[in-house]
């Protein structure tokens, strides 16, 4: 009895080779288009998180500002330059009954501002236009577009606003508003 082996014919197997190298096509045209979907997502990911990051740091700035064990002079919270893109507040760090000034180890004041791009910090700081500040971001992935400090009474709107450095079309916008109790 002759037993039958099945096999695969040269036309089945050149037809199956060319159903997958179309197959092989298509996949290789759709692969980079998923990786900067997944880029653009990771991105805008990473940028909510340095945007919120910075905000809970501002909103904590600002909970703090005219906090004073004692009898502290002059202002807990300043909004200066266009837009109000600069953020001054002070605060008695160490409950000792007196703002400690910009010159001190232990300053009270603290500042924040929008430069060239970026969001940066700096205590000691009574100006807006002095040098030493850091940045809060990364310069080179994130670019913050718009920050804002709004005041009415003692509810303050904060605004902060930025977008990923590959994806400026993508830009995000984080807002918050708070009640200064200390004001």
Request: proline fraction near 3%; charged fraction near 25%.
């Amino acid at each position: 009895m002759s037993v039958k082996r099945g096999g695969f014919t040269l036309p089945e197997m050149l037809v199956a080779l060319a159903i997958s190298g179309v197959l092989m096509l298509g996949a290789a045209k759709f692969l980079p288009l998923l990786q900067i979907g997944n880029l653009r997502i990771l991105l805008t990911f990473q940028l909510h998180e340095e945007l919120q990051l910075m905000m809970s740091t501002l909103e904590k700035s600002v909970r703090r500002a005219g906090y004073c064990h004692g009898k502290c002079q002059g202002e807990g919270l300043q909004t200066i330059g266009e837009k109000n893109a600069c953020l001054l507040v002070r605060w008695d760090e160490n409950s000792n009954g007196r703002w400690e000034g910009p010159g001190n180890d232990n300053s009270d004041y603290y500042g924040f501002r929008l430069r060239d791009g970026n969001l940066e910090a700096q205590r000691g700081v009574q100006s807006c236009d002095s040098g030493g500040w850091e940045k809060m971001n990364d310069p080179d992935s994130i670019v913050i577009s718009d920050f804002r400090v709004l005041k009415q009474a003692r509810q303050i709107r904060l605004l902060l606003g930025g977008y990923a450095r590959r994806f400026p079309q993508l830009p995000l916008t984080v807002e918050r508003w708070i009640t200064a109790e200390n004001l």
